[in-house]
């Protein structure tokens, strides 16, 4: 790790603080004061991801609350545990408990959208409202872009990660990830990748990548769940991510009753460069 990525992980590291949930270490980013938005990422990220999005929510008058996933980020991975999303549903339930957390409006993102949305069917009175950015709910449809396919294959995926190094991970996350590939500097590509495989080399990263729950009873379990949530929701969307396309984004809306989505300029990682676009849609929908 060179010193601008490292002090890029300290930086970060600074502006939190850490807990613990179900017995399992985490980290958590904080900023404002009002209603609770809690932030959940998916992979390859953490609380990282909203580095960005929480300055501009606390700007408008909202408490944004990121915090990472057990086997990412600066969170502890422990070598029993289950990493499938219904476990890691759980665990953020248990999160969500320890950081005092009361009746917050949600904000999901990738493989935090069937996590997130398994915590909001199981606690339906704790949540004011959801706001979905680029993530899924026909699960069973779903497909692991090609970035992403080989961390499911043992052995395969081991060898992946380890050459998921510069130049092939800025190449990745820039042409996956942003719209505007300006939006990220090099040691910023390098600090997810940091904390992705800090401590363990990605062992817990590759446990999540071949947890997802690819069926279709886990797709009629959040339609179905969603259906019955009767809570104000949006789709925010990076209009031209090539991760997850207009199919994913109709199923979310669908699932939602969400008939206009809020679409940005942007890729698959809008948070990098539409942060105040993700704010100011979250405090329109908590208004």
Known sequence: MNARVAALVSEHRAAGRPFAAAGVGSFVREAG?????????????????????????????????????????????????????SGLARWTGAAIEALEVGRCHLVVHDIGGPIGFEWAIRSPGRVASLTALNTLVDVDRFRRPWPMQPFSIRGVGEAWLAGMRPPVSRWIFRHVGLGDRSAMTAAEIDAYVALLKRCDGGRAFLRIMRGFELTKAKRRFLSDGLAGLKVPAQVVWGRDDPALGEARRLAVQQALGVEDPILLPARHFLQEDQAPAIAEAVAGLVR
């Open 33 to 85: 004061d009002g209603p609770a938005v809690v932030l959940l990422h998916g992979v390859p990220a953490s609380s990282f991801l909203y580095r960005k999005v929480l300055p501009e929510l606390a700007a408008r008058g909202l408490r944004g609350i990121a915090f990472d996933l057990p086997g990412l980020g600066l969170a502890d991975r422990p070598g029993v545990f289950d990493y499938s999303w």
